[in-house]
């Protein structure tokens, strides 16, 4: 289990009081100011606990050391004034002297420093030998099976290789599929003991009423697990995708305070707001491409010390552009809009950002929220003209375009191209960019969207945008450390000339 580094701030000591799990480490400071003898140098805590008023001197550095939501006020601090200021930057929650030992028992095991999240190949499903149907590869998106399943369920497919499940630490499951109705569906998970192939540890078996929820599993010991997918009826069902992340129980996914939301198609959507100093920008960010899930730029946006919202979504391999049906697309225009107006924010009090793949979903929201500016670096715009330069200009570096394309456009000819390509321009011409500032740092022989970059500042026709630009050699992926150097810069100058964050702030 790895370890969870606590700080607690009072007048007793709660490692003479409560009894603490082996993988926790409390450091007790009944005053403190920076980092003192008794605490642990370098490593930035998991949790914090108040059991006192903070004085003064106090807040500052908590305010710096502590992570959004992982701070716990007893009902012995007074939550007012700049201590008030301190709980509702790091939304702090109360917690009562009764429920301690229990939470500390039972639920830091949640705040783990490193998030984790992933998904099964589609290329290690098996289709199960029993099964005589009809069976269907759409790309690197779904497999689909059609036929009778007979009346009682039974294993259709299963996944050639297990994961490791390890005693206490417990995991999400979400499985994504989409069946005909008469066609029932459940999944069974087979835990063997460390180092055997045969000998069964555990057994569970989720019904589809299960399989609406995100499920929460957690192991009583080490051993590897076996997932499939059993079936009953007649039908087609189409398994799209098994996600596997370490659990945060309740406590948010990815990160603490992570959001999740999940359409009536089952594709999911993520985001985590930290309130910095509450103080203007809002600062959005969109993860790029991620084979391994998560939030992307979480230590690049908190050392900017302002207001930040992190915006992930793992579809497909590595992430679908931010673009889908009219539902999933409101959940991303939703969630800014929200976190702007809890912060009473203005729209030109908000940045929207990304780099490559996340360029995009800065590009298309930043249609709805008309944002003070928009920093990118490696814009892509024209997604089908990205999929048809994988046939020749990039033969197999990045397939996943072509799966976007095929999942937008239902095809992969030519007028599918152009169709998707104008999903975006559509919506970026008709748009006014009159207040906002377009900050870009692109390749000159860009192998994704060789003309991303001149068709957008040829397509702003709003009098009074503002366009900066930055053209460094190579393809896409050649140069990207000076695409992010430029990216920063120009961040941070934003933000000291526009909205008076001076120079060595946080």
Same mark, same amino acid.
């Given at each position: 289990?790895?370890?969870?580094?606590?700080?607690?701030?009072?007048?007793?000591?709660?490692?003479?009081?409560?009894?603490?799990?082996?993988?926790?480490?409390?450091?007790?400071?009944?005053?403190?100011?920076?980092?003192?003898?008794?605490?642990?140098?370098?490593?930035?805590?998991?949790?914090?606990?108040?059991?006192?008023?903070?004085?003064?001197?106090?807040?500052?550095?908590?305010?710096?050391?502590?992570?959004?939501?992982?701070?716990?006020?007893?009902?012995?601090?007074?939550?007012?004034?700049?201590?008030?200021?301190?709980?509702?930057?790091?939304?702090?929650?109360?917690?009562?002297?009764?429920?301690?030992?229990?939470?500390?028992?039972?639920?830091?095991?949640?705040?783990?420093?490193?998030?984790?999240?992933?998904?099964?190949?589609?290329?290690?499903?098996?289709?199960?030998?029993?099964?005589?149907?009809?069976? /269907?590869? &759409? $790309?690197?998106?779904?497999?689909? +099976?059609?036929? *009778?399943?007979?009346?009682? #369920?039974?294993?259709? !497919?299963?996944?050639?290789?297990?994961?490791?499940?390890?005693?206490?630490?417990?995991?999400?499951?979400?499985?994504?599929?989409?069946?005909?109705?008469?066609?029932?569906?459940?999944?069974?998970?087979?835990?063997?003991?460390?180092?055997?192939?045969?000998?069964?540890?555990?057994?569970?078996?989720?019904?589809?009423?299960?399989?609406?929820?995100?499920?929460?599993?957690?192991? /009583?010991? &080490? $051993?590897?697990?076996?997932?499939? +997918?059993?079936? *009953?009826?007649?039908?087609? #069902?189409?398994?799209? !995708?098994?996600?596997?992340?370490?659990?945060?129980?309740?406590?948010?996914?990815?990160?603490?305070?992570?959001?999740?939301?999940?359409?009536?198609?089952?594709?999911?959507?993520?985001?985590?707001?930290?309130?910095?100093?509450?103080?203007?920008?809002?600062?959005?960010?969109?993860?790029?491409?991620?084979?391994?899930?998560?939030?992307?730029?979480?230590?690049?946006?908190?050392?900017?010390?302002?207001?930040?919202?992190?915006?992930?979504?793992?579809?497909?391999?590595?992430?679908?552009?931010?673009?889908?049906?009219?539902?999933?697309?409101?959940?991303?225009?939703?969630?800014?809009?929200?976190?702007?107006?809890?912060?009473?924010?203005?729209?030109?009090?908000?940045?929207?950002?990304?780099?490559?793949?996340?360029?995009?979903?800065?590009?298309?929201?930043?249609?709805?929220?008309?944002?003070?500016?928009?920093?990118?670096?490696?814009?892509?715009?024209?997604?089908?003209?990205?999929?048809?330069?994988?046939?020749?200009?990039?033969?197999?570096?990045?397939?996943?375009?072509?799966?976007?394309?095929?999942?937008?456009?239902?095809?992969?000819?030519?007028?599918?191209?152009?169709?998707?390509?104008?999903?975006?321009?559509?919506?970026?011409?008709?748009?006014?960019?009159?207040?906002?500032?377009?900050?870009?740092?692109?390749?000159?022989?860009?192998?994704?969207?060789?003309?991303?970059?001149?068709?957008?500042?040829?397509?702003?026709?709003?009098?009074?945008?503002?366009?900066?630009?930055?053209?460094?050699?190579?393809?896409?992926?050649?140069?990207?450390?000076?695409?992010?150097?430029?990216?920063?810069?120009?961040?941070?100058?934003?933000?000291?000339?526009?909205?008076?964050?001076?120079?060595?702030?946080?």
């Amino acid at each position: 289990m790895e370890g969870i580094h606590i700080l607690q701030l009072g007048s007793k000591d709660w490692n003479n009081i409560y009894a603490l799990p082996q993988w926790v480490c409390l450091d007790y400071a009944e005053s403190f100011v920076g980092r003192s003898e008794n605490t642990k140098p370098g490593k930035p805590y998991d949790l914090c606990f108040l059991d006192r008023t903070p004085r003064e001197e106090e807040i500052e550095w908590l305010h710096q050391e502590i992570k959004a939501y992982t701070l716990f006020i007893t009902g012995n601090v007074e939550a007012s004034g700049r201590t008030a200021w301190l709980c509702q930057c790091k939304k702090a929650q109360h917690i009562l002297e009764k429920d301690i030992q229990g939470f500390l028992l039972n639920e830091s095991k949640y705040y783990i420093a490193k998030p984790y999240g992933s998904k099964f190949h589609l290329k290690d499903v098996a289709v199960a030998q029993g099964f005589s149907g009809k069976v /269907k590869w &759409d $790309g690197n998106y779904s497999v689909t +099976v059609e036929g *009778k399943f007979g009346d009682e #369920l039974r294993q259709v !497919a299963y996944w050639r290789y297990n994961a490791h499940l390890n005693q206490g630490k417990a995991i999400d499951l979400w499985l994504e599929y989409s069946k005909d109705p008469g066609v029932s569906i459940s999944l069974e998970v087979t835990q063997f003991v460390q180092g055997s192939i045969s000998e069964e540890a555990a057994h569970w078996e989720f019904s589809e009423d299960d399989l609406q929820q995100v499920i929460q599993l957690e192991s /009583k010991k &080490d $051993g590897s697990a076996f997932f499939s +997918v059993c079936a *009953k009826g007649e039908g087609k #069902l189409s398994i799209i !995708a098994l996600h596997h992340r370490h659990s945060r129980g309740s406590h948010g996914y990815f990160l603490p305070g992570g959001e999740r939301y999940v359409t009536s198609g089952k594709e999911e959507a993520f985001c985590y707001f930290d309130p910095g100093d509450l103080k203007p920008p809002l600062c959005v960010y969109f993860s790029g491409y991620k084979t391994l899930q998560g939030f992307e730029g979480y230590y690049m946006m908190k050392g900017m010390g302002c207001p930040f919202l992190l915006i992930a979504e793992p579809r497909l391999e590595g992430g679908g552009f931010y673009m889908g049906s009219a539902e999933y697309e409101k959940i991303f225009a939703d969630m800014i809009q929200k976190y702007r107006e809890e912060l009473g924010f203005r729209a030109n009090q908000v940045i929207l950002s990304g780099l490559s793949m996340g360029t995009y979903g800065a590009l298309y929201y930043g249609c709805d929220i008309k944002p003070h500016a928009v920093i990118l670096g490696k814009p892509l715009a024209s997604i089908g003209n990205v999929a048809a330069n994988e046939k020749y200009n990039r033969p197999g570096v990045f397939p996943t375009s072509l799966d976007v394309l095929q999942r937008q456009s239902r095809a992969l000819d030519e007028n599918a191209v152009q169709a998707l390509n104008a999903k975006f321009w559509r919506k970026f011409k008709g748009t006014d960019w009159g207040q906002t500032k377009f900050i870009i740092s692109y390749m000159l022989e860009d192998d994704y969207d060789a003309d991303a970059y001149q068709m957008l500042i040829s397509n702003i026709q709003s009098e009074g945008a503002q366009v900066y630009g930055k053209g460094l050699h190579g393809r896409h992926n050649d140069n990207t450390n000076g695409i992010v150097g430029w990216f920063l810069g120009q961040y941070k100058m934003v933000l000291e000339e526009d909205f008076a964050r001076g120079k060595g702030k946080k």
